[in-house]
């Protein structure tokens, strides 16, 4: 209905209801890993430790072809949210199981480096902030003196060098130390509630 309408870009790919499809496609994942059935069931189907590499192959074919959400030609919005978006995130989906699967598996013990992991921990602060970072470097590029920085063999890493100073400064500085505070309160928690059960136990005795 919003292609049809004509909707822009940002509002189908901001949006919470135009990109539910893909948090759904990890709780499915969620789901078969966690029930007993499904998780032999996905075992025996994605069996072999050349299975993650040919999943990240794919993905990465895919998204190569996906194009952009600003695409002018109707054609194109309607094959990237009709087909290639949902594909790219169901087989992100299936990359996950598959790891899971075969934990030792070249894909999946590179992934598991400190590196990588490094990015996945800061993956969803890059989420958050990359819009912005996007901005500050954009007005970086209007006071740096020189052509240097224009180059456009400079702007992707530069996008995303900015990209990951925001990320870790969100993560370190906001999310970790939240994250704290939440550990440290559920322990109370759980302790007062031990002492509740404890409490209750001897009134009942």
Same mark, same amino acid.
């Given at each position: 209905?919003?292609?049809?309408?004509?909707?822009?870009w940002i509002?189908?790919?901001?949006?919470?209801?135009?990109?539910?499809?893909?948090p759904?496609f990890g709780?499915?994942?969620a789901?078969l890993?966690?029930d007993?059935?499904?998780?032999?069931?996905? &075992?025996?189907? +994605?069996a072999?430790?050349?299975v %993650? /590499?040919l999943?990240?192959? $794919?993905l990465?074919?895919i998204a190569?072809? #996906?194009?952009?959400?600003?695409?002018a030609?109707f054609?194109? &919005?309607?094959? +990237?949210?009709?087909?290639?978006? %949902? /594909?790219f995130?169901a087989? $992100?989906?299936?990359?996950?199981l598959a790891? #899971?699967?075969?934990?030792?598996?070249?894909?999946?013990?590179?992934?598991?480096?400190p590196?990588p992991?490094?990015l996945?921990?800061?993956?969803?602060s890059?989420y958050l902030?990359?819009?912005?970072?996007?901005?500050?470097?954009g007005?970086?590029?209007r006071?740096?003196?020189?052509?240097?920085w224009?180059?456009s063999?400079?702007?992707?890493?530069?996008?995303?060098?900015v990209?990951?100073?925001?990320?870790a400064a969100s993560?370190y500085v906001?999310?970790?130390?939240?994250l704290?505070?939440?550990r440290?309160?559920e322990?109370?928690?759980?302790?007062?509630?031990?002492?509740?059960?404890?409490e209750?136990?001897?009134?009942?005795?």
């Open positions: 209905f919003l292609l049809y309408r004509g909707s822009e509002r189908l790919t901001g949006a919470f209801d135009t990109r539910l499809d893909c759904m709780c499915v994942a789901l890993w966690a007993p059935v499904w998780r032999g069931r996905v &075992r025996s189907g +994605l072999g430790r050349w %993650p /590499l999943a990240a192959t $794919a990465f074919s190569q072809t #996906l194009g952009h959400p600003s695409d030609p054609e194109k &919005r309607l094959l +990237l949210w009709a087909y290639r978006l %949902p /594909l995130e087989l $992100a989906a299936v990359f996950i790891m #899971l699967v075969n934990p030792l598996s070249p894909v999946t013990r590179l992934l598991a480096r590196l992991v490094l996945g921990k800061l993956s969803y890059l902030w990359h819009g912005l970072a996007f901005v500050f470097w007005w970086l590029l006071h740096l003196p020189g052509t240097f224009q180059n063999g400079v702007q992707e890493p530069g996008r995303f060098a990209s990951l100073l925001f990320a993560y906001v999310e970790r130390p939240l704290s505070v939440k440290r309160w322990e109370a928690r759980r302790a007062r509630e031990e002492r509740g059960g404890a209750e136990a001897r009134r009942a005795a």
